[in-house]
T-cell receptor, first 115, second 113 residues
């Protein structure tokens, strides 16, 4: 099973709302990722967690707040977003991030619209 | 991470082999070549990866040149469901890039009936 589950599939929010995106995997992976993908563009890395600790923040604005409560779950908390933040948000996981091939398995994504 | 160069788009007839090239002339010795694809409105799907040797799995074959500066992904019998954006990525297997995969623009493969 190489399934990464993301909820919700679609989300519409206003600029003053607070919402959260959720990601779950049960493959025993210890690395989890958030990517952002604008229309007709490739995915861009936002955050990397390794063993539940934040390893990489790709200079993402603070209105995006990641959280990794345990090795199976990854959240992305959203607050005071802008319309330009509308995109497909992808979660991925891999066994680890060091010392071996890094095969990342992706979820189907959450399509976010900010009004 | 190695910079990769791929054609913007390619066409293939259903049932024929699709050969997707990728140039990664700046790849370093410990960087793997990964191939992913993304079907419209879905998350990227892992296809195959390799370091030096050619690789084959149930989805595709990967041919890496001896100097490792380029590779070709081969879908042996393309179907309409193989229509997608195909990404070739150079990734660091154990260095300081924390397993970061940097996606390029990819190749839009369209399989025609």
């Amino acid at each position: 099973d190489t399934e990464v589950t993301q909820t919700p599939k679609h989300l519409v929010m206003g600029m003053t709302n607070k919402k959260s995106l959720k990601c779950e995997q049960h493959m025993g992976h210890r690395a989890m990722y958030w990517y952002k993908q604008k229309a007709k563009k490739p995915p861009e890395l936002m955050f990397v967690y390794s063993y539940e600790k934040l390893s990489i923040n790709e200079s993402v604005p603070s209105r995006f707040s990641p959280e990794c409560p345990n090795s199976s779950l990854l959240n992305l908390h959203l607050h005071a977003l802008q319309p330009e933040d509308s995109a497909l948000y992808l979660c991925a996981s891999s066994q680890v991030i060091f010392g071996t091939e890094n095969i990342q398995y992706f979820g189907a994504g959450t399509r976010l619209s900010v009004l | 991470d190695a910079k990769t160069t791929q054609p913007t788009s390619m066409d293939c007839a259903e049932g024929r082999a699709a050969n997707l090239p990728c140039n990664h002339s700046t790849i370093s010795g410990n960087e793997y070549v990964y191939w992913y694809r993304q079907i419209h409105s879905q998350g990227p799907q892992y296809i195959i990866h390799g370091l030096k040797n050619n690789e084959t799995n149930e989805m595709a074959s990967l041919i890496i040149t001896e100097d490792r500066k380029s590779s070709t992904l081969i879908l042996p019998h393309a179907t309409l469901r193989d229509t997608a954006v195909y990404y070739c990525i150079g990734g660091d297997a154990g260095g300081t890039s924390y397993g970061k995969l940097t996606f390029g623009q990819g190749t839009i493969l369209t399989v025609h009936p």
